[in-house]
């Protein structure tokens, strides 16, 4: 026997709940049987409500066990649910299985927008305004509205089709789930029905509630119909018109203006206008026989509207009025000329003059006679036929209408004599520019009278243009501005005189207006301009030109009521170039300079990289909605692309539209640097802006980048025109070239340092130059010029010096000792010799610059003189030690190479100037070949004592001995022992010095900074200055060293 035990327990939870279908208030749901407990299930509990109620108050379905499919309805559309369920037997309820969320579908909205408002705005447009359904009524997510509207409806079209006629705008929702909207290019003065209806993805909702609002009132848009024009005579006329047409009326008609003008007025002055509230007016006291230009407009409380086409009437004709003016003069003793004007009002077509004369003998009248002339007669002879009598005339113009008044009678009385007259007439011309004018200046008169012309007073002077006829009649051809004023024409005679004046006005284009821009916009110029002469006939309007840069000309005209204008549908951030004209009815005006004006706008503005770009792998998306248009909207993108560091540009699209609010550049390479170009244009220009980034690795990473400037504008650029690299590249090579500059310039003072240096080497050693110190303390100290280039064109060993004492140098010896110091340089073993101001030794020569110590005359009182500054050849001194030849002589030292030599020879000159000029070198040249026979026959002698120089003798010599060939052993030598303890071949060497005379020194003149000022002797010296013409006294002389 067997037994079973059946353990019984309360079912598991239902699992896999699925949805099957799904509406939008009603759905399916199904599910798997689960384990029941050893316990048939006897139901099952479906609970749901919104997900943002409570499960407490959860509605709930009861089916029975043995179903697995239930329906749910009763639900709101598009609204979230949460499902569960449990199933249930006769042991208890399972647990709850897990929820399910459902959303039900969307419906059209069940409820009609709320709170519609409409408001008429102006004569074209309505603003509507209204507010969301309830929220219960929404049925879906709102996406939009349509407002409908259409002009009213009979009753009976609203009933066949409510919705008919209406036109739709969508408008898209607002953040607050409203809306409003303007309604444009509506009619004028029109009532309109509105309606608002809400959408969703399923479409929309039930309508609002009409609401009829009507457009503002505007001027009439339509002239009044069928205008006519009847005359009712000479000076009245008759006008008719109908209303205009409804639909142009665009509100009520309040009344209406006629316009009238006559045709030879128009456009110089302003019209006549009559108002009228009927459709009729009676136009009265117009001028006879005239045409008329009459338009008619109607208007509202708003303005006026539209004109009618002009039409014409003509007044009927009348009689015409007299003659402006007669005249009636002798031209001679028997004949007598009557001239006139035609009627100032010919009021019709003029038929013919009657001309009217009467003669007077004796005080009684003997009758009248008339004759009638032609329509175009303006003169008219007649017979004197009594010498004695009086004539009288007088005249008359008639047209069909009959005769009109008659002239004032003008009287002629006997007379033998024919005084000058004018048979022609004053008068005022008005002529437009360009036209000829005839002035006749007829004359009559015997003797014949002299005719004289002026012009404002001035007599006039005749040219190509102005003409005088033998008949005295004046000629103007192509009438100028200038050519307006008076013009006079007088005769005389010897029995009288006579004038008579023209005065012209010339009409001629307007000048040009002064043209201003007051303000720009992005699209538009506000211009104003101001007129200056209108030329004489009123302005009828102007015409703007304008162009942008690479644009063509165009133009726009507008009317003369009106002094500004805005000129719109202008391109953003360009610059125009403008000019206006005036007209008037002589002809169109120069233009004003042309006025240069930019509209605003900027060109598109680049935004930062973390707002353009985001990549991944292997695509980057460019957000180009990012990007500021500066004011202007862009026209389109240009998008480029490269690897990083390669030269070539990829062009990825070269006009996307500022509508794509993203673009993506695919097919890249993962981990790659690349750079990305971007160009936006709009019409102020374009903007280029070059982003860097790194595509992601495979795995999603980022590499490193090495490049620093994630944004950089137009970074393909050569380095050149980098200023940022520029710059820096720019200082360093300045500051390169001012190290070397500095560097040169220490090098050059340091060379010049060595050479002053090496100059002032060469001094006597310590007791050789107190000695000479104590000798010559008491000495007068000068400075004498020299030039060491002389020596060697004169020849050496000479026994001239008459090159002695000339400088050319530009520099001062600054310190001068009481002694002479002199550079030595090292020469080959050779007799000693002296030629001019060289001194050659065995193993130095003397060059440079000399001070002497002169014997003081007995009547030198005064104090010493301070030392005297020597001018210095520019020529450095040579360097003792740069010789390349040694001294034959091994045991010579520096010291005892070096020589100081004390010379007292008086100074004849100082050239305070530095140098002498040409002239004064060519003198002295002339000077010298002039005395060169007699330096040829003389000879030079001179004794010195053995102990001190000062102990010197001087023996009188004609002046400039003769200039010899300066051999060694030569008669007229004196021998001069060197102290060096050296000697040469000869031991002795040679001078030979200019001789001076006893009184030399006058001749001495130092500078007046270096001589005392008590010296009074110094004060009667000559001129420091040597003179070409004087001559030179030399004396020998010899001293030992």
């Given at each position: 026997m067997s037994i079973q035990l059946i353990v019984q327990e309360v079912p598991e939870q239902p699992k896999n709940l699925r949805i099957n279908s799904q509406q939008s208030r009603s759905l399916q749901l199904t599910w798997s049987q689960p384990f029941a407990g050893n316990s048939p299930i006897e139901q099952y509990h479906i609970y749901y409500k919104q997900i943002s109620d409570i499960w407490q108050n959860a509605e709930h379905i009861d089916i029975g066990g043995a179903q697995t499919v239930v329906n749910i309805q009763q639900l709101r559309p598009a609204k979230a649910y949460h499902i569960r369920m449990s199933a249930e037997n006769k042991l208890g309820a399972s647990e709850y299985s897990e929820v399910v969320q459902v959303t039900t579908l969307e419906e059209v909205p069940s409820g009609p927008p709320l709170q519609v408002r409409a408001e008429a705005k102006s004569s074209t447009e309505i603003s509507v305004t209204w507010d969301a359904p309830e929220r219960d009524h929404w049925n879906g997510i709102l996406l939009g509205y349509y407002v409908g509207y259409q002009m009213s409806l009979t009753p009976e079209d609203k009933e066949v089709n409510p919705t008919q006629g209406f036109s739709?705008?969508?408008?898209?929702?607002?953040?607050?789930?409203?809306?409003?909207?303007?309604?444009?290019?509506?009619?004028?003065?029109?009532?309109?029905?509105?309606?608002?209806?809400?959408?969703?993805?399923?479409?929309?909702?039930?309508?609002?509630?009409?609401i009829a609002v009507q457009t503002m009132e505007d001027v009439p848009s339509s002239p009044p119909e069928s205008p006519q024009c009847d005359v009712l005579g000479s000076t009245s006329i008759y006008i008719t018109w109908s209303p205009p047409d409804i639909d142009g009326q665009n509100g009520k008609i309040k009344g209406y203006k006629v316009f009238y003008i006559s045709v030879d007025e128009l456009y110089e002055t302003e019209p006549e206008v009559v108002k009228s509230t009927n459709q009729y007016v009676t136009i009265e006291n117009l001028r006879k026989y005239t045409n008329y230009t009459v338009w008619v407009l109607a208007y509202t409380k708003v303005g006026d509207g539209m004109k009618t086409k002009p039409f014409y009437c003509r007044t009927h004709e009348d009689?015409?009025?007299?003659?402006?003016?007669?005249?009636?003069?002798?031209?001679?003793?028997?004949?007598?000329?009557?001239?006139?004007?035609?009627?100032?009002?010919?009021?019709?077509?003029?038929?013919?003059?009657?001309?009217?004369?009467?003669?007077?003998?004796?005080?009684?009248?003997?009758?009248?006679?008339?004759?009638?002339?032609?329509?175009?007669?303006?003169?008219?002879?007649?017979?004197r036929t009594q010498e004695s009598a009086t004539y009288q005339f007088w005249l008359t113009a008639s047209t069909k209408m009959g005769e009109g008044e008659k002239t004032q009678v003008v009287t002629v009385p006997p007379n033998n004599k024919v005084p000058a007259r004018i048979v022609s007439f004053s008068q005022r011309i008005v002529t437009p520019w360009k036209e000829h004018l005839e002035l006749p200046c007829r004359k009559v008169g015997a003797p014949a009278p002299v005719t004289i012309w002026r012009q404002d007073g001035h007599n006039m002077e005749t040219s190509a243009r102005k003409t005088i006829a033998k008949n005295g009649t004046l000629y103007l051809r192509e009438c100028q501005a200038s050519d307006a004023g008076n013009y006079t024409c007088s005769v005389e005679n010897t029995w009288g005189k006579d004038e008579i004046v023209y005065n012209i006005v010339v009409k001629v284009p307007p000048e040009a207006p002064n043209l201003t821009v007051v303000s720009s916009y992005t699209d538009s110029l506000h211009l104003e301009w101001l007129d200056n002469s209108h030329g004489g006939s009123p302005i009828l309007g102007y015409v703007i030109n304008y162009k942008r840069d690479n644009g063509d000309w165009e133009e726009l005209q507008v009317d003369a009521k009106t002094n500004s204008h805005l000129l719109s549908n202008l391109w953003c951030g360009t610059r125009y170039q403008l000019y206006i004209t005036a007209y008037n009815k002589i002809g169109t005006g120069l233009p004003c300079d042309i006025v240069n004006s930019y509209t605003k706008g900027n060109s598109p503005v680049q935004p930062k990289h973390s707002q353009m770009i985001t990549n991944n792998s292997t695509s980057v998306t460019c957000w180009l909605d990012s990007w500021g248009d500066g004011g202007c909207g862009i026209l389109y993108f240009m998008i480029e692309s490269r690897v990083y560091g390669r030269s070539t540009w990829n062009v990825v699209s070269n006009h996307i539209p500022p509508t794509e609010r993203i673009y993506t550049v695919s097919d890249l390479v993962p981990g790659t640097k690349y750079q990305l170009k971007v160009t936006a244009h709009n019409n102020a220009g374009s903007t280029t802006a070059v982003y860097n980034f790194t595509t992601l690795s495979?795995?999603?990473?980022?590499?490193?980048?090495?490049?620093?400037?994630?944004?950089?504008?137009?970074?393909?650029?050569?380095?050149?025109?980098?200023?940022?690299?520029?710059?820096?590249?720019?200082?360093?090579?300045?500051?390169?070239?001012?190290?070397?500059?500095?560097?040169?310039?220490?090098?050059?003072?340091?060379?010049?340092?060595?050479?002053?240096?090496?100059?002032?080497?060469?001094?006597?050693?310590?007791?050789?130059?107190?000695?000479?110190?104590?000798q010559n303390r008491d000495q007068q100290y000068l400075a004498v010029r020299c030039n060491p280039t002389n020596s060697a064109p004169r020849g050496s060993n000479s026994n001239d010096s008459g090159s002695f004492g000339k400088a050319e140098g530009n520099e001062y010896i600054e310190d001068i000792c009481p002694y002479a110091t002199f550079q030595l340089n090292k020469q080959t073993y050779s007799e000693s010799s002296y030629s001019g101001n060289v001194y050659s030794g065995p193993y130095h020569s003397v060059r440079g610059s000399f001070v002497y110590h002169d014997v003081k005359p007995e009547s030198y009182h005064s104090k010493e003189p301070e030392y005297t500054k020597v001018r210095r050849k520019v020529g450095r001194l040579r360097d003792p030690h740069s010789e390349s030849q040694e001294s034959d002589n091994p045991g010579s030292t520096d010291s005892e190479v070096r020589k100081i030599l004390t010379l007292h020879i008086p100074i004849t000159e100082y050239d305070t100037l530095g140098s002498e000029s040409d002239n004064d070198v060519s003198a002295r040249a002339l000077n010298s070949a002039k005395y060169r026979a007699q330096r040829d026959t003389q000879d030079e002698t001179s004794s010195s004592s053995e102990t001190t120089p000062t102990s010197m003798t001087r023996k009188s010599k004609p002046p400039f001995a003769a200039r010899k060939s300066g051999k060694p052993g030569t008669g007229g030598k004196r021998h001069v022992r060197s102290s060096s303890g050296y000697s040469s071949h000869n031991e002795e060497t040679t001078f030979s010095i200019s001789n001076y005379p006893p009184n030399y020194q006058d001749h001495i003149n130092p500078p007046a900074r270096f001589s005392d000022a008590n010296d009074k002797t110094a004060k009667t010296q000559t001129s420091p200055r040597m003179r070409a013409n004087q001559k030179l006294q030399r004396e020998a002389f010899q001293i030992n060293v």
């Open positions: 739709f705008k969508t408008v898209e929702v607002r953040s607050h789930f409203g809306g409003e909207t303007v309604l444009t290019n509506l009619n004028k003065f029109t009532q309109y029905h509105v309606i608002v209806q809400a959408y969703t993805s399923q479409g929309s909702g039930p309508p609002s509630k009409e009689v015409p009025s007299a003659p402006q003016a007669i005249k009636a003069i002798p031209a001679s003793s028997t004949k007598i000329i009557i001239s006139w004007l035609p009627p100032d009002l010919p009021n019709g077509d003029i038929t013919g003059y009657t001309f009217y004369m009467s003669m007077l003998e004796g005080g009684r009248e003997e009758g009248t006679h008339k004759r009638l002339l032609g329509p175009y007669v303006e003169m008219h002879e007649t017979v495979p795995q999603g990473v980022l590499y490193n980048s090495d490049h620093s400037t994630p944004v950089s504008h137009l970074s393909d650029l050569p380095f050149y025109a980098n200023f940022k690299l520029l710059l820096p590249i720019c200082i360093s090579l300045l500051m390169l070239l001012a190290l070397v500059a500095a560097a040169l310039f220490l090098r050059k003072r340091k060379l010049s340092n060595q050479a002053r240096l090496a100059s002032s080497s060469m001094s006597e050693s310590p007791s050789l130059a107190n000695l000479q110190n104590k």
